[in-house]
């Protein structure tokens, strides 16, 4: 029952974020700071791109920016990231920009809360960025300058954002932590880890972020402001990642720790506030080149070529049954309580990435499939279920070097230096305004 009530307050509060009125009767649409038209751009025509959108969010009260087209190709691109209503961009050179919903200052550009952003836009942090860190089911982001500061901006619901008392941080804030930091993580807590190998917490894992969540919505109150706490030491951190309950470390040995609960029905969760009140080794049959974690789970790739997955597996990442739904009352049939091989796809996996409760697979041969949590039916295309259990491939016009995933799209970049997506259209995601969902790659237009 609890996690049934949990599972429904979620619901409710993402319903409440992406569907409510975000204030006014009329949308206008901005263009460079000054409100007009928005003008004709060129697009790339999808295959299968619905006649009428999915959405109409300029019905809801968005007010539309229009901000001219961004100085970068998709050449430029490092990295993809996607929050639950925004999308990122980090460059090569360091430069981050931001498009989408502005849900409790997401963009971190300075604008209102139901701004509306078409084309990328920069945020102002006022130096080069190494690794940004995004809360993929929620509206907060984090950066990690290359001169060892951090930055903040976004929804603190959970105060997951050190000694800041703001509920809303519109613009990037510097976070004073006093340490040098390797790496970052971000969900509903906050990851640092610092070049000694200290690890550092701050926020709420799932549970408790739960409850602050239902608290903000009902009464507009935030967590109380936290410090960081340091957790435990891991020499050697590859990568750090956070999702839900867990947050993951991958060493540059191949092997991988954990915090918190992968997956949140275990025998141990009568044991407090995290399974692993500090930080542990989780065995693997062999050496991982590369960890993930999900929303109430654990992905992995191995040097083989093998993907594993342990957790409570209710978006279906490893479930080869036909109905999903049941296991939703029935923790035990979906309990995963030691690394399994996912055999859903053929040949060996040469890269993968995940959202909150879905994912993207890469075949050595070229070929890439994703499954999981539809948000939908945009990111895998199927009409009868927001589960899907058997993997969509996805063609593209080249092979796809960098790949990404998120609630409602995913975001691929080819070895010919193309970027593509797919997914709704309703975060402005393809850039335009035509919030159309495309079940087929549709190419990204930007600056150059």
């Not at 080819?414 to 087929?440: N, V």
Request: charged content about 25%; hydrophobic content about 35%.
């Amino acid at each position: 029952m609890k996690l049934c009530r949990l599972i429904a307050i979620f619901t409710v509060i993402l319903l409440l974020c992406a569907c409510a009125p975000a204030g006014g009767e009329e949308s206008t649409v901005q263009s460079g700071g000054e409100i007009g038209s928005v003008p004709q751009q060129s697009k790339s025509e999808p295959q299968d791109a619905e006649k009428e959108p999915d959405y109409a969010p300029t019905e809801q009260g968005y007010e539309l920016y229009d901000f001219p087209k961004p100085e970068f190709s998709a050449e430029d691109i490092a990295e993809f990231d996607f929050a639950f209503s925004a999308n990122f961009v980090l460059t090569k050179t360091g430069d981050v920009y931001a498009w989408g919903l502005n849900d409790g200052g997401v963009l971190g550009l300075g604008l209102p809360e139901n701004a509306m952003v078409l084309n990328p836009a920069k945020i102002e942090i006022g130096e080069p960025v190494r690794e940004i860190a995004v809360n993929s089911g929620g509206y907060a982001a984090a950066a990690l300058g290359e001169s060892g500061k951090l930055y903040g901006w976004g929804l603190n619901l959970s105060a997951c954002f050190p000694n800041e008392e703001k509920a809303v941080i519109n613009a990037p804030a510097a976070l004073d932590t006093d340490m040098e930091i390797e790496h970052i993580a971000l969900d509903t807590m906050l990851v640092l880890c610092g070049k000694n190998g200290d690890v550092y917490i701050c926020g709420c894992f799932g549970d408790e972020a739960m409850s602050f969540a239902e608290q903000y919505y009902q009464t507009g109150k935030i967590a109380e402001s936290r410090s960081l706490e340091l957790v435990g030491n891991v020499p050697n951190i590859k990568s750090v990642s956070v999702s839900g309950d867990c947050a993951e470390f991958l060493t540059g040995d191949g092997e991988v720790y954990t915090i918190g609960r992968i997956g949140r029905h275990t025998d141990f969760d009568k044991l407090g506030k995290y399974t692993n009140d500090k930080i542990a080794k989780t065995d693997f049959p062999e050496k991982i080149v590369k960890a993930k974690a999900l929303t109430e789970g654990l992905a992995a790739l191995s040097e083989s070529g093998k993907l594993y997955y342990m957790g409570h597996d209710i978006y279906g990442i490893a479930d080869s049954r036909e109905e999903l739904e049941a296991s939703f009352a029935d923790a035990e049939k979906n309990r995963i309580t030691k690394p399994a091989v996912i055999e859903k796809i053929g040949g060996k996996v040469a890269d993968f990435e995940t959202g909150g409760g879905n994912i993207i697979v890469r075949t050595e041969d070229g070929e890439l499939y994703t499954w999981g949590y539809d948000g939908g039916s945009f990111t895998c295309a199927n009409e009868k279920s927001e589960f899907v259990l058997k993997p969509r491939e996805i063609d593209f016009p080249a092979a796809v070097t960098r790949m990404s995933i998120g609630n409602f799209a995913g975001a691929a970049i080819t070895e010919s230096g193309r970027a593509f997506a797919w997914g709704s259209g309703y975060y402005c995601i393809y850039t335009d305004d035509t919030y159309a969902k495309s079940h087929t790659p549709r190419e990204l237009l930007f600056g150059k």
